[in-house]
């Protein structure tokens, strides 16, 4: 079955951007959408956006104007970048497949990010 | 402040019924979007235990029910086993927001 692992820094300086890979095994990301999306003790659990495996992509709203995610189909991984990062960025990073309109299954085991200097 | 409100704590003994209840409004559970929910086991992902309302994924124990009227949702545990204590969330889709939301997540203990 699929299976999704996040990697990245787990430390990023205030201001600077957020990085991070999903990468997919098990199966292809082909007819997909994959999401990212992170959790806070303040905040729980907020969807930050996903992409499509042709590479079209959808964002919260609220976070639209700093990220950009992106797919890379030869290598199964898709990318998560957040720009000006700030304390409130802290937290615990999944990625996960999403059905585009409705549930996320599975989950990537997750992974921490701390914005500090 | 979520936009799905959840119970912060449910507890119960092995064996009994417990039920997690989700509240919302008319622009995502009252406007017909489908209701999911999430079991998160310290320290690991949330994993998907009901999806569209009230539909089991494989591998799911048929302890595990949910269902949906109005503007909310339920998600029942009936022969609730110490395996069953964790987070449970709550997710859908807000029209106003035009983001899938999740509840703040219900801590069950087995008492």
């Known amino acids: 079955q699929v299976q999704l692992q996040e990697s990245g820094p787990g430390l990023v300086k205030p201001s600077e951007t957020l990085s991070l890979t999903c990468s997919v095994s098990?199966?292809?990301?082909?007819?997909?959408?994959w999401s990212w999306i992170r959790q806070t003790p303040g905040k729980g659990l907020e969807w930050i956006g996903y992409i499509y495996y042709s590479g079209s992509a959808n964002y919260n709203p609220s976070l639209r104007s700093r990220v950009t995610i992106s797919v890379d189909r030869s290598k199964n991984q898709f990318s998560l970048k957040v720009r000006s990062v700030t304390a409130a960025d802290t937290a615990v990073y999944f990625c996960?497949?999403?059905?585009?309109?409705?549930?996320?299954?599975?989950w990537g085991q997750g992974t921490l990010v701390i914005v500090s200097s | 402040q979520s936009v799905l409100t959840q119970p912060p704590s449910v507890s119960g003994a092995p064996g009994q019924r417990v039920t997690i209840s989700c509240t919302g409004s008319?622009?995502?559970?009252?406007?017909?979007?489908?209701v999911h929910w999430y079991q998160q086991l310290p320290g690991t992902a949330p994993k998907l235990l009901i999806h569209?309302?009230?539909n089991r994924p494989s591998g799911v124990p048929d302890r595990f029910s949910g269902s949906k009227s109005g503007t909310s949702a339920s998600l029942a545990i009936t022969g609730l086993q110490a395996e069953d204590e964790a987070d449970y969330y709550c997710?859908?889709?807000?029209?106003?927001?035009?983001?899938?939301?999740f509840g703040a997540g219900t801590k069950v203990t087995v008492l």
């Open positions: 997710q859908s889709y807000d029209n106003s927001l035009r983001v899938r939301v």
């Open positions: 008319s622009s995502n559970i009252g406007a017909g979007y489908d």
């Open positions: 569209g309302n009230s």
């Open positions: 098990g199966g292809s990301m082909s007819s997909s959408y």
């Open positions: 996960a497949r999403d059905t585009g309109t409705n549930w996320f299954d599975p």
